[in-house]
DNA sequence: CTCGAATGTGAACGCCCTGTGAACCTGTGG
DNA sequence: CCACAGGTTCACAGGGCGTTCACATTCGAG
C-alpha cells in the first residue's frame, strides 16, 4: 500500500521503526488542521494516535478523522494510567494498543486493522474520471456504460488505474500484474493494452497512453 | 445484556473474575460442538478465545462461529511468544489482548467490541430479489416456489446472498460455509455450485455467476 | 525524406479453468 | 445387512482466453 498513515505527534524512534520495518508509508501530523491538511488526495491509509500529554488534541484528531470518512482506520497508543480515557468514546477509535507497547503486539494489531478489508464498510472502488472499477465485484464501467473485462484486462486496467500519470515499463507490468519474472514475452502487455482500448471504446481508447521506448501509463485525456 | 460470551477454554478465576465484574454472563465451552450446542436461542453475545495449548481447536472454534456469518465479536487471549499463530488468521478474530493481561485492559476491549452497535443481531430472513432463505426454518424458495435444498446447499447459497455481488474466492467459501482449511478440495465447492444452479432452475440459473479464474458471486451489477 | 526501431493489429495455437456425469465414502434408518 | 441421502473426489470434455507470431503502421532521429 502506498498511501500513508497519520502519526500524532511525531513519533519515537521505536514506532517509526516499527512502522519503517513492516513496510508503511507514514507522515506525523502536529494537530487537527495539520490532519486535514497534510491528508494526500487517496485519503489516510489509517492512523495511530498517542494518547499522552496532548490528550485534547488527541480527541480533536480523532473525530476530525471520524467526521471527515468513518472508514480511516484509528489505533490509539495509550499509557495504562489514560485507559479510562477510552471510556465513552468508543466510537473515535478503531483499537488500541498499550504504550509502552511490543513491537510485535503493534505491528499484529496494524496488520489486522490495515490489511484486512472486512472492516471497509464502503466497497473497494477504483475511480478514475468515468472509469470505475469495483475490487469487491470485479466488475467494471466507464461512463455508466459496462465493461466485459477477462481476468487479465482487469487486473492490468486496475493496476495502471491505481497510478494514474505513471509510467510503467512492460517488465514492471509482467512483473506487477502477471507476477512472474520477465521471460520474453513483453509483447503480451501489448495485445492486452489493444484489448483493453478497444473495450474501452473509440472515445476512451486514449485512456492508456503509449509513452514510446519505456511503457504505458494510464491518464484523463485531457487533449483530444 | 442478557446474552452469554461464550469463552474457551474453562476461563482462570482471573478472567472469570474480570468478566463478572464487568457485568457480562458468560459460559464456557469445551470444543467447538460445545461451542455450537450450548449456543443460547439469541446467539452467543461475544466469545473470548484463549490461543494457548490446544491451538487447533481454538482455532476451529473460531471458524465454527465465523460460519454462521453473524458477526459474532471474537476476542483472542494470546501468549506473546504465540502471536506468530494470528498470522494469517486476521478473518478469524475482531480483537486480540495479550496473555496475562490487566484487567483493564482486556476490560476496555471487551467494552468497546461489545458495546458498539457495529454487530447487529442475526437476521431471521435474506431476501434478494425473488429468492427468500428463512434462516429459522431452513427453507429457501424463488418467486414463490419452494426449494429442496440440502444443508450444505444452503448454507452455500445464503453466505453469497448476503452479500450479493461480492466475488468469493473457492478458497474463501472453504473457509467461511465449510470453515476448514483450505487443503485442496476446490473441485467441491464447483460441484455445490453446480447443483444450487440446477435447482434453482433455468431462469434463476445466472444468479450465481461465475467470474472466471477467481471464483463465484450471486447476483448482478449493485451499482447500476 | 529515409530508414530502422517500436508499436498496433489480426489471427491462430494451445493451455488451463470450469462444467458435468459418475463413482466413492460416510452416516442414518429400517 | 441393505437401502438411501448427502457430501466429496475423480476423470474427461469443451471452451474461454492468455500467449505468440507475422505483418502493417507509426514514430523519431539524422
Given amino acids: ?33 495539520d490532519s ?3 491528508e494526500p488526495e487517496e485519503g489516510w491509509f489509517g492512523a495511530i494516535i498517542v494518547i499522552d500529554d496532548e490528550i485534547k488534541d488527541a480527541w480533536a484528531i480523532c473525530r476530525s478523522l471520524r467526521r471527515r470518512d468513518a472508514n480511516i482506520p484509528v489505533i490509539l497508543l495509550v499509557r495504562g494510567h489514560l485507559l479510562d480515557e477510552l471510556n465513552m468514546r468508543d466510537e473515535l477509535y478503531d483499537d488500541f494498543c498499550l504504550d509502552p507497547f511490543h513491537p510485535r503486539e503493534l505491528e499484529a494489531r496494524l ?5 484486512l478489508p472486512t472492516h471497509e464498510v464502503r466497497p473497494e472502488i477504483v475511480e478514475q474520471g468515468t472509469l470505475t472499477l469495483n475490487i469487491e465485484t470485479y ?12 481476468y487479465m484486462e482487469y487486473e492490468l486496467l486496475r493496476f495502471l488505474a491505481s ?3 505513471k509510467v510503467f515499463t512492460r517488465e514492471v507490468l509482467l512483473n506487477r500484474v502477471w507476477g512472474y519474472e520477465y521471460y520474453g514475452g513483453a509483447r503480451t502487455v ?9 473495450k474501452l471504446g473509440e472515445e476512451n481508447a486514449n485512456l492508456i497512453q503509449t509513452v514510446r521506448s519505456v511503457g504505458y501509463k494510464f491518464g484523463t485525456a485531457r487533449w483530444n
Fill in 1 to 33: 500500500m502506498v498511501r500513508p498513515i497519520a502519526v500524532f505527534p511525531s513519533p519515537t524512534p521505536e514506532l517509526a521503526q516499527t512502522l519503517d520495518l513492516g513496510g508503511y508509508k507514514w507522515t506525523a501530523v502536529e494537530n487537527e488542521l
Fill in 139 to 150: 466488475e467494471a464501467s466507464i461512463a455508466g456504460r459496462p465493461l466485459d473485462l477477462t
Fill in 36 to 38: 486535514v491538511r497534510s
Fill in 190 to 198: 501489448d495485445v492486452h493494452v489493444r484489448r483493453l482500448r478497444s
Fill in 111 to 115: 496488520r489486522h486493522l490495515l490489511t
Fill in 163 to 165: 497510478s494514474p500519470g
